[in-house]
């Protein structure tokens, strides 16, 4: 008989289904949150003529797209089967998103337009700031303790909002108050290497918070993530 080696791996068919449900929960918040935040974005960044305001609301809707894969992939009674093709979509909408911002990080920085202030920009990224840690760090105690690789990549997704969002909220207080316009950008960049390095372990299909389906021990990335303390 295998052995389940990781404490933190959910064991009873009763837990695993409360988890199934909780992630499925906890991924329908994180849609509509980035529905309503990509509409507010994009409005007010449109408004002021801000990128990093469009940029931020064009993340929210890759946050969707990968969201709505781990939705897919759990919404199936066997969701371990489409655990890959569920990290490959995950793993394109970072790429896609470090594109983007690299691209308009760039252009800010060679001085491609001049944002205005914006009021409704600072309370949407304060906002983001503190529910998107909050999303994150739930689907990702649920994600390793059901012992899925999407979910717990989805959850770094909705963590890496949250640096966008302080990078965002950085930037536009740095801009309002200073002028300093090169702030925003050049942090994007650091946020941008981020996603690719993200992005490349899900494609990768770094699976080794999955279900251990032998009597071989998990991999360190579980191990130490019972350590984690976020």
Known sequence: MAMNHDPMLASS???RAVLRHRIRLLVAATIVYNVIEAVVAITAGTIASS????????????EVA?????AWQFSATDHERRERTALRIIAVSFFALAAYVAFDAVRALLGAGEAEPSTPGLILAALSL????FLSYAQRRAGRE???ASAVADSKQTLLCTYLSAVL???LALNSVFGW???????ALVIAGVAVREGREAWRGDT????????APPCDCCSSAQEDPR
């Open 169 to 171: 909220l950085a930037g």
């Open 66 to 70: 990968s969201a709505a894969a781990v």
């Open 51 to 62: 990128a990093a305001l469009i940029g931020f609301g064009l993340d929210s809707v890759v």
């Open 181 to 187: 316009a090169w702030a925003d950008p050049l942090a």
């Open 130 to 133: 503190a529910v998107m840690p």
């Open 146 to 148: 059901l012992g899925s």
């Open 13 to 15: 068919p009763g837990r």
């Open 208 to 215: 080794c918070c999955a279900v251990p389906t032998t009597s």
